[in-house]
C-alpha cells in the first residue's frame, strides 16, 4: 500500500513542480509585502516538501516527523536557516496559503527574515478526511 501511495505522490509530484513557481510567487508578494525579501523556487527544496506531504498523505495525519525529524531532513542540504510549514484538508494552494497567514507560527515561517528559497508539495489522498496534505520549506 505504500508503495502505491508513494507512486501515486510521485505521479502527483510532476504536477506540482509545474504550480511551484506560482507558489512561489504568491509567498514572495506576501514577503515583499510584509518587508521580506523574494524567494525563488528550488527544485531540491520541492522535492523535501514532496517527500514531507508523500509521507503525511501515506499515513494520513498532519505531522512535522511523518518523513523524519526536519533537522535530519534538511541536513543535507546544509542551509543555516530552514523553517516548514504544513497543513492539510485545503483544496488550493490560495486557501492553504491564506491559512498559514493567519497562524502566528506558519507567519512567523513565511516571513523569516533572510529566506531566499523555498518549495512547495502536495500530495493527495482521497480515502483521508483531509483528502490533501501540503508541504512548504523555505531556506535562506
Excluded: C
Amino acid at each position: 500500500m505504500k508503495t502505491i501511495a508513494l507512486a501515486l505522490g510521485l505521479i502527483l509530484g510532476l504536477a506540482v513542480a509545474a504550480n511551484a513557481a506560482d507558489y512561489a510567487g504568491e509567498i514572495s508578494a506576501y514577503r515583499r509585502a510584509n518587508g521580506q525579501t523574494a524567494v525563488k523556487i528550488d527544485a531540491k527544496l520541492n522535492a523535501a516538501a514532496l517527500k514531507q506531504a508523500q509521507a503525511m498523505a501515506a499515513s494520513g495525519s498532519i505531522s512535522h516527523s511523518a518523513a523524519g525529524s526536519f533537522s535530519s531532513r534538511m541536513a543535507p542540504l546544509r542551509r543555516s536557516g530552514a523553517a516548514e510549514n504544513i497543513g492539510a484538508g485545503f483544496l488550493t494552494f490560495g486557501e492553504m496559503l491564506k491559512e498559514w497567514k493567519n497562524s502566528a507560527g506558519h507567519r512567523a515561517n513565511l516571513l523569516l527574515p533572510g529566506m531566499r528559497r523555498v518549495g512547495v508539495a502536495f500530495v493527495d489522498n482521497p480515502k483521508s478526511p483531509y483528502r490533501k496534505f501540503w508541504a512548504m520549506v523555505i531556506t535562506d
